[in-house]
């Protein structure tokens, strides 16, 4: 811990040394506000004028992320090395550097698996041999988005993978057998209905009135016989 405290006072006097001694470098932000959501990665860049001969030996670079509360360090680069013993634990391992682009004048820091509490104000000093300077960019990192669950059945018409019908084709049939069993019943019922009111309109005779019907029958015909009986007497007489 005092290791550390040691290296982050000697960085910040360095700068300020230089940056007394020096003029001051051109150093500017690609974008001065980033919009990213955690668990993705985001690479927030400076830009900044550097030697012709490619060389990051002479490039010292401290930078840090300023909360409403406190601040953090997220990357430093002394004589061309990253200094890892300075970085805060909460970035370790989370932030990675180009170290060919740095050669051409671009501070590309990557940070991956963002995290809400990431969001605040990055703003690193940068200094050459030839000046220094500083810019300051704002980062925003929102809640992970919940994601709709993929549909499990193929379509809205067509038979599912298995080869079963859909859902909304079982409802369909179902709809459709329970329609023709509602109208076979009513056709059944108004049969049954008319069939009642017929022999309700035309009652078939009972017993005692076809045993008299039998008896009026016998009784006309034996009159007959005798009417037929008494005629042939007259006339013989």
């Given amino acids: 811990m005092i290791y550390r405290e040691k290296m982050i006072c000697s960085i910040l006097l360095l700068f300020k040394l230089t940056s007394c001694d020096y003029g001051v470098s051109v150093v500017d932000v690609t974008q001065s506000f980033y919009q990213a959501e955690e668990n993705h990665d985001i690479t927030l860049e400076w830009t900044f004028q550097?030697?012709?001969?490619?060389?990051?030996?002479?490039?010292?670079?401290?930078?840090?992320?300023?909360t409403g509360v406190r601040s953090f360090i997220l990357f430093s680069l002394y004589k061309g090395v990253e200094t890892l013993a300075a970085q805060d634990k909460r970035f370790a391992g989370r932030v990675k550097f180009d170290k060919d682009a740095l050669r051409e004048g671009h501070l590309r820091l990557k940070m991956s698996r963002l995290r809400t509490d990431d969001s605040g104000h990055y703003r690193c000093d940068v200094f050459t041999g030839e000046g220094g300077g500083s810019r300051t960019c704002h980062l925003n990192v929102t809640a992970q988005r919940d994601r709709?669950?993929?549909?499990?059945?193929?379509?809205?018409r067509g038979p599912s993978q298995t080869g079963s019908p859909s859902q909304a084709e079982s409802r369909g049939r179902i709809g459709l057998s329970c329609v023709v069993g509602l109208i076979v019943v009513v056709t059944l019922l108004g049969v049954c209905y008319c069939l009642r009111r017929k022999h309700s309109m035309n009652p078939s005779p009972s017993r005692e009135q076809e045993s008299m019907?039998?008896?009026?029958s016998s009784l006309s015909g034996r009159r007959s016989k005798a009417a037929s009986e008494g005629l042939v007497v007259m006339m013989s007489e």
Avoid: A, N, V
């Fill in 50 to 66: 550097t030697r012709t001969d490619g060389s990051i030996k002479s490039i010292f670079i401290f930078c840090q992320m300023y």
């Fill in 148 to 156: 709709p669950k993929p549909e499990t059945t193929s379509g809205g």
């Fill in 213 to 216: 019907m039998k008896d009026g």
